[in-house]
């Protein structure tokens, strides 16, 4: 078992440590005569650097990839293959760690925490697909995020989820990213990673609950498509307002919409939107008002969220440690419980004062306090807007991918007919005749 | 086209453009931000001896079927007892160095003769499940020697490690993956 390099590592690394002193001695060590030579613990080292820069070099070729092949090869099966790539890379090989969307937390807590500070490919993957996106659009959960891949693969039997159904179901994703921030921030707990569901699938290990969440959302994959990545992810709730600024973006048709409605039914995220004509001139004076009443309604609505999700900080303040731990000892101190727990008898041994970890929770308490506030006014904008785009109307001409909701996986390319007519497998006749 | 709308296309396409470059610069100051704020190394879990208290959620809690966290042997603090508390279970009225005695759960403790009165101790790893009954043992009766580490060529590195968020000492810290093992030291150096 004990390996020879080890050995010599591990001497030399307690030749270093042996300079401090402390611990308890109760038994001197023995000088031994029969010239018995003390044997070293083994030390084995983590991970090497280099293999986490090898990752950022990976996800960086595969970004650019990925936007090379959706924008310009427009070949879904390649993304498709750098999608299984990704799988079995960050996925299987990786194990689902460095991701970015569990990095919104690490970037959270360096923000906050001033000791804390993150590793500098962490701070790499959570940006790189951000930029890319502002350039390419969302070419990240096509074909890198192992989440996405996952999903995509049992995608088999797609069914349409209503916009209205879609659209509510959205704002879990946005509550998720609030909370997670929230409690990242006060360094209470890192919910995504806590909650991953599919982590424990890619390491074939783990909780059991957990392993059941990932089966469960596999499952109800199959019909609808991603689940995860369009109702859950808080990543994607931040690459979905780049990618609507995106500088470029995936189309459906490779060059003029015909309109001919092939397209329609291909998109197993309803990311398609299609052309509307203009409105009628009694819809447009009724949806006028109906926008002002929502604009006057918003502080309302703000104040109105951010008092309900208030009322929950306390629960939220139970995920942070001390807070659980101030409890505990209060129920003890008061007599209400006999038993102590292995965390109280851990704070008692330190013999840290009581009052010292009261004040403690309580100042972590009102910063929960504070930040449920805070998050129940987001989520209140958040039903705002969402409120307000559902007022407005748009004129469009064409057939068009949703900026915000299109994933770039490429699946409507084949369905368009100019698509054919780009890679030559019809004569140039489709929509040129009229 | 839209002849009749062009002064509307381009202050939205303005708007568009000014907001675009309003994100790319955040991206750019975060990434400033990152820049000064980050550390070159990863770092890794690891717990500090000092502060565990062999509650046993080491064993149950890593994501891995048989934990990251085994038990670490510190020869150099080690007293070489003959009735080692971290290997037979506290008899205290009939201590012997019966076969039954014997407290490890897995039998990962192997007790070899070194001298008279001395036996040396060794972790078996492969066996260790990371319970920490045998640490109990040795830092309520003896020298302390005996104590539960991260193995990191087990360990996944886990942006939030289960067993940490269990702890009920906090005895979980991250520590820069150059120095990944915080080692008890020896006081008669």
């Known amino acids: 078992m004990i390996r020879f390099g080890h050995i010599i590592i591990s001497i030399a690394f307690f030749l270093i440590v042996c300079g401090a002193a402390s611990g308890v001695e109760r038994f001197p060590p023995p000088d031994f005569e029969s010239g018995y030579e003390l044997p070293s613990p083994t030390t084995p080292h983590p991970r090497r650097n280099i293999y986490e820069y090898i990752d950022a070099v990976v996800l960086l070729a595969a970004l650019g990839l990925a936007s090379y092949l959706g924008l310009k090869k427009r070949s879904r099966r390649a993304i498709f293959v750098l999608m299984v790539f990704s799988l079995i890379y960050f996925g299987f090989w990786r194990k689902g760690c460095v991701c970015p969307i569990g990095a919104i937390q690490n970037l959270t807590l360096s923000l906050f925490d001033r000791e804390y500070a993150v590793p500098i490919v962490v701070a790499v993957f959570f940006l790189l697909p951000l930029v890319f996106t502002l350039f390419f659009g969302r070419t990240f959960c096509a074909a890198v995020c192992p989440f996405g891949a996952v999903q995509d693969l049992v995608l088999l039997r797609p069914v349409a989820v209503p916009n209205w159904l879609e659209s509510g179901l959205r704002l879990f994703a946005y509550a998720y990213l609030g909370v997670a921030i929230l ?3 006060t360094g209470s707990a890192f919910i995504i990673c806590r909650y991953d569901p599919f982590i424990s699938f890619f390491r074939l290990s783990g909780s059991l609950n957990i392993f059941i969440l990932g089966a469960c959302f596999l499952l109800v994959g199959v019909f609808i498509g991603r689940p995860y990545c369009r109702f859950v992810c808080p990543y994607g709730v931040i690459l979905r307002q780049l990618s609507r600024l995106s500088k470029w973006h995936v189309g459906i048709t490779p060059d003029d919409c015909i309109k001919c409605r092939l397209c ?44 309900a999700v208030s009322t929950g900080g306390d629960l939220m303040s139970r995920t942070h440690a001390t807070v659980r731990l101030a409890d505990r ?16 008898a851990a704070f008692r041994a330190t013999g840290k004062e009581v009052k010292e970890l009261y004040a403690e929770a309580s100042n972590i308490q009102a910063e929960i306090k504070t930040g449920s506030w805070l998050l129940g006014g987001f989520l209140g904008l958040v039903i705002a807007i969402k409120l307000i785009g559902h007022s407005v109307r748009r004129t469009r001409t064409d ?21 054919r007519v780009r890679l030559k497998e019809t004569k140039q006749t489709v929509g040129d005749g009229e | 086209m839209m002849a ?5 296309v381009t202050r939205r396409r303005f708007l568009r453009k000014g907001v675009w470059g309003a994100c790319l610069a955040g991206l750019g100051g975060a990434a400033c931000f990152l820049g000064t704020k980050s550390r070159k190394n990863d770092t890794v879990w690891q717990i500090d001896p000092y ?36 290997y037979f279970g506290p008899e205290p009225l009939d201590i012997n160095e019966g076969a039954e005695n014997q407290l490890c759960p897995t039998g990962a403790i192997r007790r070899t003769f070194v001298e008279d009165p001395y036996y040396e101790y060794t972790i078996d790893e492969s066996l260790c499940i990371g319970c920490g009954k045998c640490v109990k043992g040795c830092n309520t009766f003896g020298n302390g020697a005996l104590f539960l580490q991260v193995r990191h060529d087990r360990c996944l590195n886990c942006n939030e490690c289960s067993i940490a968020a269990a702890c009920p000492s906090g005895a979980f810290k991250r520590v820069p993956a150059d120095k990944p093992y915080l080692l008890k030291r020896v006081d008669h150096a």
């Not at chain 1, 000892?329 to 109280?344: P, Q």
């Not at chain 1, 991918?401 to 007919?417: H, I, Q, S, V, W």
């Open chain 1, 329 to 344: 000892i209060n129920l003890e101190e008061s007599g209400k419980v006999k038993e102590t727990t292995d965390a109280s």
């Open chain 2, 51 to 86: 502060v565990c208290v062999q509650c046993g959620n080491c064993a149950t809690y890593c994501v891995l079927e048989e934990s990251a966290v085994k038990c670490v042997h510190v020869y150099a603090v080690c007293g070489y007892c003959q009735i080692c508390f971290g």
């Open chain 2, 4 to 8: 009749e709308n062009k002064d509307n």
């Open chain 1, 183 to 185: 409690l990242a921030a």
């Open chain 1, 264 to 307: 329609e039914d291909s998109c197993p995220f309803g990311a398609i939107r299609v052309p509307t004509a203009e409105w009628p001139a009694r819809d447009y004076d009724k949806s006028k008002k109906l926008l002002a009443l929502l604009i006057l309604l918003l502080p309302i609505l703000i104040l109105a969220c951010a008092w």
């Open chain 1, 399 to 419: 057939y068009e991918a949703d900026r915000a909701a299109c994933l770039a996986c490429g699946r409507c390319f084949e369905y368009c007919p100019r698509e």
